[in-house]
């Protein structure tokens, strides 16, 4: 319970500084290269995150013992139900998902923006060794 607590704080404090890159963005239009630093230290949070919600806690998995003996089972399902973890397992569940679709977002947009600048690079590229290649031949002529 107190480990969810603490995920469920990291997540929300996650969720409130995308907002704010989100706003920043929505303003400006454009990322700045700090706000592309954010972008990367939010994305490598979240999924460690998810990482450590899932696999390390192991928040939803029972224990060997609730496995072998029935009414540990029993004591194992009520305390998960006393504690809501399950419901506030997918609250975090759902606000990571959430972060990393928008992440994803945002992050096929810096792709593309790159993607172009390098198009035109090669096409500035292109046009200067067609006029390097038009001055030998006027020179040759």
């Known amino acids: 319970s107190v480990a969810l607590d603490h995920y469920a704080a990291k997540t929300d404090a ?9 706003s920043s963005v929505e303003r400006t239009g454009v990322f700045s290269a700090l706000e592309k630093r954010s972008l990367f230290r ?10 450590d919600v899932i696999a390390k ?3 939803l998995e029972r224990s060997n013992t609730a496995w072998k003996y029935l009414q540990y089972a029993d004591v ?10 399950r419901d ?18 945002f992050l096929e947009v810096l792709a593309t923006d790159k993607s ?3 198009e035109w690079i090669i096409i500035a590229l292109i ?5 390097v290649m038009g001055v030998e031949i006027a020179r040759g002529i």
């Open 88 to 105: 506030r397992f997918w609250k975090i569940e759902f606000k990571l998902n959430l972060i990393q679709q928008n992440s994803k977002f």
């Open 116 to 118: 172009n600048t390098l």
């Open 76 to 85: 194992w399902e009520g305390l998960q139900d006393e504690f809501e973890i």
């Open 42 to 51: 939010l994305v490598a949070l979240n999924n460690t995150l998810f990482t």
């Open 57 to 59: 806690i192991g928040i």
């Open 14 to 22: 996650m969720l409130e500084a995308f907002t704010r890159l989100n």
């Open 127 to 131: 046009s200067i060794e067609i006029v």
